[in-house]
């Protein structure tokens, strides 16, 4: 094999690894529950985006930031994108590893060493994550392996790189600093004397590029210091406080330290590394060839220089994120390790005609023995998290620790049932919430309001424009474990009508308890009052429309009298007085109306009622649907309509289990058949209503709007008639579908006057733009622009 297509090879497959962590790193990016700083950083980026200023570090962790800012994170899943940029600038430390073997050792081993970073679940699991700790750990492996090639070659090229990768490592994290103080004398120990002062030189260089870019990148970027807004951003970066390690004023205390941190490192590497992983990267060291043993060493000293430099800064416990810069040494270490071992395996077996397999077997031997736990702790990490095995503190902060799994499986929730929704929700919940649930929802649609005690974001008008517009709204709040609120609620908030989404345990601070998830259904009488007295028309200034209302009741009459929107209520009932037979029934009191409760309220009203009248005010507000209109034309018979102002009443006749049923079977024009009528009142007295229930039927979809015509004759004169559309108006013909059956009742008023005598019916269909009638045809076959039905009425004068 050429020596081009070797390289050929080396660089497809360094590609398809770093295809591999990538796609590793990407996957299911929402089974980590979201950690406290990764909701604090991008509310810290979306706050900009907005045009509110931050302290110019972002609390240390400028770069993080700024990176954040050129995603468009105020849009759709900004979790997921902040996620995903990591998880790119992740392939940085996989690349290193894969340089730093090849560069330092051989193909194999950078190879290898890559493919160990891409499935090791320290740097999976935290590179899913949106945290500055893994971009400064990025930008500080490229600094590992420039370092080393300052090292290895003389010359100037490597200086540049080296110093961009020592400042970028500083502004992604300020603790970035400890790969300029670390490197120093990791190179030097492990270089020889004779090149001793070269080095220093040249490193020297690379620290003033480093400092100098970092002082022009602070100047140019002074203009956007931005505000000191200490509520929102630690203002006291750096070391503000003394570390344990170093201030103790006893040795047993400082003993008592240190044990403190190798108990934590015990805690992280079984689950994260892996005992045979660190094992194999501290041999590597002794075992590796005198030729390698420089660059191995410069490593180990590397890995545990910057350990150290965590040991004596930190302060009580030390989350492992803090060291995960240290994984790009140690797997690189590890790699090398590897194939030291089966080189010793090589060497005691020199000669031996089955060196050769038993080398091939060592070397899966030893990868199973490397790979087996990660592989299948990583598997677990990119697909459910809550089943792969933590560190201590880890299980801690994202199971055991606020907000935990609770408020991302309530948020998924929530984006689940509004997936195909096609009007953004609305959220409302404690600031205490915000960093867990907001960066899962699109800022640019979705609205999130605040319901304090004192300053409540959410009032009685925003209720009615929500869910007029058709909008879901969901109040995320703590729960204990038996149900009750954490925290006392909102008063106003207690005047909603919910429904119960779902309940997400969490463990808080507090202790054990819930997310309670719920979506607004409505608003409770008081507090729908309030709505119709501010949304809808106010019925005190209708005064006259209503005594004008009254009047057209008889003083004697008796007739349940149907309101909505209940808000009329007290204005009718003071034009009315002591009038006690028009007996006041309102409708649909909690706000939006609840057509199931609506139903049921006019089934008891009208039930066992020969008449029924209705008063509607600026009902489309309340009902946009019609449903209680819908129910009156189809339960009981519309009778005469009329509109006193802006105000409409409306008679119904009741309803009847008797009626005289005629088959009719005509067809009117091409597309409308009549296929019964109904006379539920066929012997009347004069000034009384004839109930008529007509069932008609569509035999394909119908493009004009018609209107019918039903008159009550006879000889030539008509005694009573209606006309409209079907259904009270509420079913144009353009509306019906084929083959459906569309109910059309009503009553007709017989004047006190009618003599004596049998009626006939006649009924027609007209254009509502042509107003011309439809032909119809009988079922005897007959043609003609109305159908006459016999005498099936009789009328007794008064």
């Known amino acids: 094999m050429t020596p081009s297509w070797r390289r050929s090879v080396f660089l497809l497959a360094g590609v398809a690894i770093l295809c591999l962590a990538f796609w590793i790193r990407i996957t299911n990016l929402y089974s980590i529950p979201i950690f406290a700083d990764e909701g604090t950083h991008i509310e810290f980026a979306q706050a900009y985006l907005r045009g509110q200023n931050f302290p110019f570090l972002f609390d240390g962790k400028y770069l993080l930031i700024r990176i954040a800012l050129l995603l468009p994170l105020l849009g759709p899943s900004p979790l997921w994108l902040a996620r995903a940029i990591v998880a790119i600038f992740s392939l940085l430390s996989c690349s290193a590893c894969i340089a730093i073997g090849y560069h330092g050792f051989s193909k194999r081993v950078g190879l290898l060493a890559g493919l160990i970073y891409a499935i090791t679940p320290y740097a999976v699991f935290f590179e899913r994550q949106f945290l500055a700790d893994t971009l400064m750990a990025g930008f500080g492996s490229l600094a590992i392996f420039f370092a080393l090639v300052l090292a290895k070659r003389r010359g100037f090229k490597a200086i540049v790189p080296l110093a961009l990768a020592l400042a970028a490592a500083f502004f992604a994290k300020l603790f970035g600093l400890v790969y300029l103080l670390v490197l120093f004398p990791a190179l030097i120990l492990a270089s020889s004397r004779e090149r001793f002062w070269d080095l220093v030189r040249r490193y020297a260089l690379a620290c003033s590029l480093a400092f100098l870019g970092g002082a022009l990148f602070v100047a140019l970027m002074y203009p956007y210091l931005g505000d000191t807004v200490s ?6 970066v750096g070391f503000i406080q003394c570390p344990d390690l170093i201030c103790q004023k006893s040795l047993s205390g400082q003993i008592r330290q240190i044990k403190i941190f190798s108990d934590l490192l015990l805690d992280f590497i079984p689950p994260y590394l892996g005992w045979p992983l660190v094992a194999l990267s501290v041999l590597a060291l002794p075992l590796s060839a005198p030729t390698h043993r420089r660059q191995a060493a410069y490593l180990f000293l590397s890995a545990l220089g910057m350990m150290g430099a965590m040991a004596l800064t930190v302060k009580l416990g030390m989350p492992p994120r803090y060291i995960v810069y240290i994984t790009t040494p140690v797997v690189t270490l590890a790699a090398l390790g590897v194939f030291s071992v089966l080189e010793l395996i090589s060497r005691w077996l020199a000669g ?16 199973m023995f490397v790979s ?3 592989v299948s702790n990583t598997i677990a990490i990119i697909t459910e998290t809550s089943k792969a095995t933590l560190s201590q503190i880890d299980l801690f902060n994202y199971y055991q620790d606020q907000p935990g799994p609770g408020a991302t499986k309530a948020a998924l929730a929530v984006l689940k049932r509004e997936s195909q929704s096609a009007v953004p929700p609305v959220i409302i919940l404690d600031r205490a919430h915000y960093p867990s649930v907001m960066p899962y929802f699109d800022l640019t649609t979705v609205d999130f309001r605040e319901p304090h005690k004192e300053y409540s974001q959410v009032h009685s008008g925003d ?5 007029s517009s058709g909008q879901s709204v969901y109040i995320f709040a703590d729960a204990n474990p038996d149900g009750s609120l954490y925290l006392p609620p909102n008063e106003f908030l207690t005047q909603l009508l919910t429904e119960d989404i779902g309940l997400f345990p969490q463990v808080r601070e507090h202790g054990e308890s819930i997310l309670l998830v719920r979506r607004v259904v409505g608003a409770k009488p008081e507090l729908s009052q ?8 106010s019925p005190r200034v209708l005064a006259e429309n209503y005594r004008a209302l009254v009047d057209r009741f008889r003083q004697d009459e008796e007739v349940p009298l149907i309101i909505y929107p209940p808000h009329q209520t007290e204005v009718i009932a003071q034009a009315i007085g002591n009038r006690a037979g028009i007996k006041l029934q309102p409708i649909g009191e909690t706000w939006p109306l609840n057509p199931v409760a609506a139903d049921k309220s006019l089934l008891m009203a009208t039930d066992n009622r020969s008449k029924v009248a209705v008063v509607f005010l600026d009902e489309a507000r309340g009902d946009p ?19 006193l102002g802006p105000v409409r009443l409306i008679w119904y006749a009741g309803r009847t289990n008797t009626s005289h049923k005629v088959d009719v079977n005509a067809r009117f024009g091409d597309a409308i058949v009549l296929d019964s ?3 539920l009142d066929t012997n009347v007295n004069a000034g009384e209503l004839v109930r008529i229930r007509l069932t008609w039927r569509a035999t394909a979809l119908i493009a004009r709007q018609m209107k019918v015509f039903v008159h009550l004759f006879a000889d030539e004169e008509i005694v009573a008639q209606h006309d409209g559309q079907p259904v009270g108006e509420l079913r144009p013909t353009t509306t019906w579908q084929k083959d459906e ?25 007209y254009d509502m733009i042509t107003q011309s009638r439809l032909l119809v045809v009988a079922a005897e076959g007959q043609k003609s622009d109305l159908l006459i039905l016999g005498d099936v009425i009789t009328i007794q004068p008064r």
């Open 231 to 236: 509520t929102l951003v630690n203002q006291k």
């Open 625 to 643: 649907t019609h449903s209680i209109e819908t129910w009156l034309n189809t339960n009981l018979f519309r009778a005469e309509e009329e509109w």
């Open 677 to 679: 009528l109904e006379v």
């Open 463 to 467: 209720i009615y424009n929500w869910l």
């Open 530 to 537: 309030k709505i119709f007295a501010d949304k809808f028309l």
């Open 372 to 374: 087996a736990m990660p």
């Open 741 to 765: 059956k569309i109910v059309d009742q009503f009553a007709l008023r017989v004047p006190e006057q009618t003599r004596g005598g049998r009626y006939k019916l006649r009924i027609g269909v």
């Open 352 to 367: 031996s005609s089955f060196s050769r397999g038993v080398r091939f077997a060592a070397g899966g031997l030893l990868l």
